[in-house]
């Protein structure tokens, strides 16, 4: 199985605003850039597309180690997930679960893959991260600048 390491980030310009996500991708001395975005959009879901085209560009199950600045992607992931799922996709207190499209998306990719969540510090100075959120910015300038 290929051992890759994925680096992910989303950002938006307002909250909903433009915004962007990004991933990028190593294996093998390897290096892929993937980015993209919408023209009203939250940060949330750019987080969660920039883990969701890192995991969906991989054409074989793979070894991933993912990392982000997202706490609500990886506690997502961990601990909602299963859960909602469960519970037909409703909170704990019976209410449809936010970004519920993206979140089946996210498990379906994730189901494919062995994957390890790692966090780190966003704005810290982690040159991958800095890396992705340098290009998920950049694509929701471009959106904000269709506008």
Not at 68 to 94: C, F, H, L
Request: aromatic share 6%.
């Amino acid at each position: 199985m290929t051992d890759v390491q994925a680096f992910t980030d989303g950002a938006c310009l307002g909250n909903p605003g433009p915004g962007g996500w990004a991933a990028l991708l190593r294996s093998k001395g390897t290096e892929r850039l993937l980015s993209g975005g919408e023209p009203q959009t939250t940060n949330n879901r750019m987080e969660m597309l920039g883990a969701i085209s890192a995991l969906e560009a991989l054409t074989r199950p793979c070894s991933v180690v993912l990392t982000t600045d997202s706490r609500y992607v990886i506690q997502g992931m961990e601990e909602w997930v299963p859960r909602w799922a469960a519970n037909g996709w409703r909170t704990a207190d019976k209410k449809p679960v936010k970004n519920q499209d993206l979140w089946e998306r996210l498990a379906a990719a994730v189901a494919k893959h062995q994957v390890r969540w790692q966090w780190v510090r966003g704005h810290n100075g982690h040159v991958e991260n800095e890396r992705v959120d340098q290009a998920a910015r950049e694509q929701a300038e471009q959106f904000k600048e269709r506008a």
